[in-house]
Every structure is written in structure tokens, then in C-alpha cells.
């Protein structure tokens, strides 16, 4: 039986796994089309979803992904395998920041732990080629980042706080030029400037 997408988006609604948006992947798998990206590295694997829509969009894309967690890592694997895409997704399951690589990427994709995104760019970007990007997911935070009203749990605080320095990181960054997109749970696309 042939796998299907809907399925991965199911399991992740029923296990509360953080995935996507719809309209938000659907915006990322767009661009990695019309701008013909090859290479790509995920920080933040979970369960394979977005690796797996990533390679679907043509058979040369080869991504790179790295997920902490392992009962997540395990599930990964067991869904890359159900869609035959071994040769082309290389999942490690270790924290992004022991991981050493040496290639160069067309994008990355970063959606992990939220409180790290600025330590993610700052080691991930210089594996970027000229005119890279970077695409950061859940940058309203359920609407959150927007918000000015008092915000009670004290972590989901501490998180709106980090995402609204690292919105800001972004827009000072001279070394990229950032777009904002209100899609899915807000995106920004940052492109390293030659």
C-alpha cells in the first residue's frame, strides 16, 4: 500500500506532534520548487513530515535532518522507510548543536526548539551557499509574538521573548535580507546576501 501524506498529518494531529501548517509547508515546498533548491538541511526532524513533502517536490532533492528525540527519531525512520526515501533523507539523532557538517546547502529549514533559533542560525548559516535561505517556522507562536497582553504560563512567556529577540536578530541581520510571511504560523525567509 502506498503511504500518504494525510496519514503522517493524522498521527501527528492524534500524538500532538508539531507539524507544519498546511498552508504553511504548501508556501515552503512552492519556493523550493520555483527556485529549484537541491540541498536542504532541517533542524528538527520529528517525525519525518516535512523531510519526506520536501523530497516529494523532485526526485534530486537530498535533505539532511537531525532529531533529538528518539522515540520521534525511531518514528522518522519507520516513515522515510514506508516512502522509500532513504537514499535521499540522512536523519541523525543527536542535539543539532553536536552535529558537524561539512556540505553546503541551498536552504535550511529551521523548526525546533524555539528558544534556540538564534543559536541554530548562527551555527547552521555559514553552511549556507550565496543566496541561500532560511526558512524559520512558528514565528507568531499561535499569534503570541503580537500579542500585549500578559501572557500567564512563565515558559510560554520566556518563548515569546526569545522568538520576538530572534524576529528582531533577523531584521538587524545585514548578512541576510529577511522577508515576513503571515502563512501558516508565520514564516520568515531570510536570503544570504553575496
Known amino acids: 500500500m502506498v503511504p500518504s501524506i494525510e496519514e503522517l498529518e493524522v498521527y501527528a494531529k492524534e500524538n500532538h506532534i508539531p507539524i507544519m501548517l498546511k498552508d504553511?509547508?504548501?508556501?515552503?515546498?512552492?519556493?523550493?520548487?520555483?527556485?529549484?533548491v537541491k540541498n536542504i538541511l532541517e533542524i528538527g526532524a520529528a517525525i519525518g513530515y516535512s523531510a519526506i513533502?520536501?523530497?516529494?517536490?523532485?526526485?534530486?532533492?537530498?535533505?539532511?535532518?537531525?532529531?533529538?528525540?528518539e522515540i520521534r527519531y525511531q518514528e522518522a525512520i519507520k516513515?522515510?522507510?514506508?516512502?522509500?526515501?532513504?537514499d535521499r533523507?540522512?536523519?541523525?539523532?543527536?542535539?543539532?548543536?553536536a552535529?558537524?557538517?561539512?556540505?553546503?546547502?541551498?536552504?535550511?529549514?529551521?523548526?525546533?526548539?524555539?528558544?534556540?533559533?538564534?543559536?541554530?542560525?548562527?551555527?547552521?548559516?555559514?553552511?549556507?551557499?550565496?543566496?541561500?535561505?532560511?526558512?524559520?517556522?512558528?514565528?507568531?507562536?499561535?499569534?503570541?509574538?503580537?500579542?500585549?497582553e500578559t501572557i500567564e504560563s512563565r515558559n510560554v512567556r520566556g518563548l515569546v521573548r526569545k522568538l520576538?529577540?530572534?524576529?528582531?536578530y533577523l531584521k538587524q541581520n545585514v548578512m541576510f535580507d529577511t522577508q515576513f510571511y503571515d502563512i501558516g504560523d508565520g514564516i520568515s525567509v531570510s536570503k544570504k546576501r553575496g
Open 89 to 97: 533523507i540522512t536523519i541523525y539523532n543527536q542535539d543539532a548543536f
Open 79 to 86: 516513515n522515510i522507510k514506508k516512502f522509500h526515501l532513504e
Open 164 to 168: 520576538n529577540e530572534y524576529i528582531l
Open 24 to 36: 504553511g509547508i504548501n508556501f515552503m515546498l512552492t519556493y523550493i520548487k520555483e527556485n529549484q
Open 53 to 69: 513533502c520536501m523530497c516529494l517536490v523532485d526526485e534530486n532533492i537530498h535533505v539532511t535532518t537531525v532529531e533529538r528525540d
Open 99 to 148: 552535529l558537524d557538517l561539512f556540505d553546503t546547502f541551498d536552504l535550511l529549514f529551521i523548526d525546533a526548539a524555539k528558544s534556540q533559533y538564534i543559536k541554530f542560525f548562527e551555527k547552521f548559516t555559514p553552511l549556507l551557499k550565496v543566496g541561500g535561505v532560511v526558512f524559520s517556522d512558528n514565528l507568531n507562536f499561535h499569534g503570541l509574538t503580537h500579542t500585549t
